[in-house]
C-alpha cells in the first residue's frame, strides 16, 4: 500500500538526550490513526518534526504519492502541501475573533499580495459557517476567541484545521480538560475528518481512543513499542510494564 | 472596497474629518489668511507635527500591529528628508549661482555652473566635486522617486536578512538600532557625499519661488503634510482593515502558529517592515522642508526610540493612538524645551524644564507601560464603553511582541 506520509529511522537528541530514536511509522490516505504512550515519549516530538518544527539528525519523512522529502520545507511550506497541526496546549489567536480565526485558516492563498487583496467570497462564509456549526461556535462568530473557554478554543482549533483542509491532520492531546460530552462531541469531530483525509491523534485518554475505533501506535523512548487495535496493543506484555501498569 | 473599509472603522472617517476641521482651522488663523492668531513659524510647528504623526502612524503598523519593535525608523525617514533636501539645496544654489554669474562678461559654461554650484555646496567640507549620489539631484522627479525607493530598499535588504535569520524580538530590536546608529556615524563623515556634521540646509527656501513669503509656503507645507497624512492613515486603515491585518496581528501574538497555517511570515514582515519604512521616507520628506535643516543627529537611535515612546505613549495598535502619541508627546517636549514651561521653584532647586523635561517624558512612559498599557487611546474606549475581555491573566500570545491582556479590546 502506498502511504501518504512515510517516517523512516528518524532520531532526534536533545543534548545528548534521545527523544527519537530511529522511529519508523507510516499513514496512508483517509486513516485514522491513535499514538499513545507515556509522558516524555515523544509524541509531540513527532508531530515537530513531521511539521518541520523540529530537524531530525537522521532518517526520512516522506509525503504524498511523488514521495517528496519534507525534511527541508520550511513550516508554512509544508503546511501548505497539506498537513494541518493543533497543539498540545490550544493556539488560537485571542485578539481576534472567532469569524477572523477560521477565515484566517481556510484554504485560500497564502502570499501577503493575494492576501491584502482577499475579500471574503460568499462561498468562503458559508464554509466558515458550516464549520462555526460544525464545531459549536455558531453563536460565538462575533467573539473574541479569547474569551471562550477552554474546550471551546479547543474546537475552534479543530475547526481551523478543517478549514485548512489538509490531507494530514496532526492532533496533539485534543480532549483534554474538556467535558465527557465535549469529548464525545470532539469523536465524532474526528472521526467524520478521517472519512475523507489521514488524522493522526494524540491521546492518552484510553476511553477516548476505544471511542475512535481505530488502529494504534504505542511510543515509548521515541521508538514504537507496539502497533494493532487498541485490543491487541492492550494485550501486549511490554505496553502493560511501560504504561497501562503504573 | 473602500467603502467597507470605512464602515468597518468608522474610526477613520472621524479621524479624517477632525484632520480636515484642523487644517481648515488652522488655515483661517494662519498669517497666509492674513490672521494673526497663528503665526507662520507655529504654522511650520503644527506641520512638522502632523510628519512625525504620519512616521508615527507607521510604526505603529511596524510595531503595534506586526509586533516587529523597529528601532531604526527614523533612519527612513531621515533618509526621505536628505533625498529631497538635496534637490531643494541643488536646485537653490543652481538658481543662485546662475544669477551672480548672469553679470559675467563672458556667459559661463555649463561645466563651469555645476562648479560653481559644487564648490557652494561643498566648500564647508573642504571640496568642490560633486559626489556619484548627487548625480540625479537636478531632477525633482527622480529625488521624489528616491523619497521611497532608498528608504524602501534600505528596508527591503536589513529586513530580508534579518528576518530569513528569524531574528525577533530584543535582538531585532538591537539589529536596527545598530542599522540606524551606522547610518548616522556614516553621515557624520564628511566625505559621505552629504556634508557630514553640516548636513542639509536652506531647506525651507523653495527654488525659484524666492519671492514667494514663508506665510504661504509654510501653509503649503502644512497642506501637504495634512493630505500625507490622510492618505498614509487610510492606507495603513485598509492594511490592517481585513486578513492582512489579521494575519500581521496574528504574526505578533503567535508567528509559529501562523506559519503553521502556511503563511510565509518573513514574507509578511518584509512587506510590513518596507511599506512603513518607505511611509516614514515620505513623511520625513515633507518634515525637513519645514524644519530648514537635517543633519546626521536626525538620525541618531534616540530619535528611534522616541518614535516608540509616542506609539507607546498613544497607545498602540490602534492607529489614532499613534497620532495622538506622536502629536501630544512632540507638541508638549516643544513647550518643555522652548523655555515656554514655568520654572518650578522647590526652594532648595529650581526645576528648568529643558534639562527635566526629558527625565520626565521617561517616567510617564514607565508609567504608562505599567499603568496604562492601552495609552492615552485607551481614554477613548472610556466613551465608546469598549471594554477589555476577561482572559483570566493570560496575555495574548507566546511571542515576545504580542499584545498584552491589559492591551486587548473587545
Ligand atoms: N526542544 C526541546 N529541547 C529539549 N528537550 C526537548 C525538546 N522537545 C522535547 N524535549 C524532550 O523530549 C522528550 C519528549 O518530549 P515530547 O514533548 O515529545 O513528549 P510527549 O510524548 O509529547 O509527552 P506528553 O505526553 O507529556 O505531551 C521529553 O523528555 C522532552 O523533555
Ligand atoms: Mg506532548
New interface residues.
Partial sequence: MSSLLEVSGVSVSFDGFKAINNLSFAIGDAELRAIIGPNGAGKTTFMDIV?G?TRPDEGRVLWGEANVSLLGL????I??EGI??K?QKP?V????TVL?NL???LRNA???FQ??F???TPGDLDRVHELAGEIGLMDALGR?S??LSHGQKQWLEIG?LLA?EPRLLLVDEPAAGMTPAEREHTTTLLVAAAKSRAVVVIEHDMEFVRRLGCKVTVLHEGAVLAEGSLDHVTANRKVIDVYLGR | ?SQ?VLARNPSVLVFLAILGLFTLGVTLMSEWAGSEVVSTSFVKTLGKTLCLALVAVAMDLVWGYAGILSLGHFAFFGLGGYMIGMWLMYERTHGIVVSSLAEAPIPPTEAEIVGAIGNQIFGVVGSREFPAIWAFADSLALQLLFVVLVPGLLALAFGWLAFRSRVTGVYLSILTQAMTLALALYLFQNDSGLRGNNGLSGLQNLPGLDHVPQSSVSIWFFWASAGALALGYALSAW?VS???G??I??IR??E??V???????E??KL?VFTVTAMIAGIAGALYYPQAGIINPAEIAPIASIYLAVWVAIGGRGRLYGAVIGAAFVSLVSSWFTGGQAPDVNLGFYTIKWVDWWLVLLGLSFVAVTLLAPKGIGGLVDLWTGRQA???HG?D??PDAGS?R?AE?E?
Fill in positions: 511539521t518544527r520550511s513550516e508554512a511550506r503546511a501548505r494541518g497541526r497543539f493556539t489567536f485571542e485578539d481576534q477572523e477565515l484566517m485558516a497564502r502570499g501577503p492576501v491584502l482577499y475579500r471574503p473574541k479569547g474569551e481551523m485548512q | 472596497m467597507s492594511i481585513g486578513k492582512f489579521s494575519v496581528r496574528g501574538d503567535n509559529s502558529r506559519r503553521f497555517l502556511g503563511y510565509p511570515v514574507a509578511y512587506f475581555p476577561d482572559r493570560a495574548l500570545g499584545l491582556e486587548a473587545r
